[in-house]
């Protein structure tokens, strides 16, 4: 069975940063993408930046590019989201998910874990 658990939110001031874990496991992830997401109070669930396992290529959102780097560990099954500079409009509940097309449609996405609250207050 697939799981996914993220861990790494929190509270930062304006300006900080945080780094996002996403560890992955119960199946073979080398076909798949992983992918974060977010999503504010009201507002719809939003892409954030994808993955591949294999390979290298990244894909942000451009709210995000240049602040945000998408990173994994193969060895460990860990996605990492490293977020600078962030913005008090980055707050969010941040979702780590898989799935085999890595489009930033989220329904694209066949599993997800259960999220983490990001604040970042002004």
């Known amino acids: 069975q697939v799981q996914l658990v993220e861990s790494g939110g929190g509270l930062v001031q304006a300006g900080g940063s945080l780094r996002l874990s996403c560890a992955a496991s119960?199946?073979?992830?080398?076909?798949?993408?992983m992918g974060w997401f977010r999503q504010a109070p009201g507002k719809e669930r939003e892409f954030v930046a994808r993955?591949?396992?294999?390979?290298?290529?990244?894909y942000y959102a451009d709210s995000v590019k240049g602040r945000f780097t998408i990173s994994r560990d193969n060895a460990e099954n860990v996605v990492y989201l490293q977020m600078n500079s962030l913005k008090p409009e980055d707050t969010a509940v941040y979702f780590c998910a898989t799935g085999p097309r890595g489009w930033d449609n989220p329904r694209s996405y066949d599993y997800w874990g259960q999220g983490t609250q990001v604040t970042v207050s002004s």
């Open positions: 993955i591949r396992w294999s390979g290298s290529s990244a």
């Open positions: 119960g199946r073979t992830f080398s076909n798949y993408f």
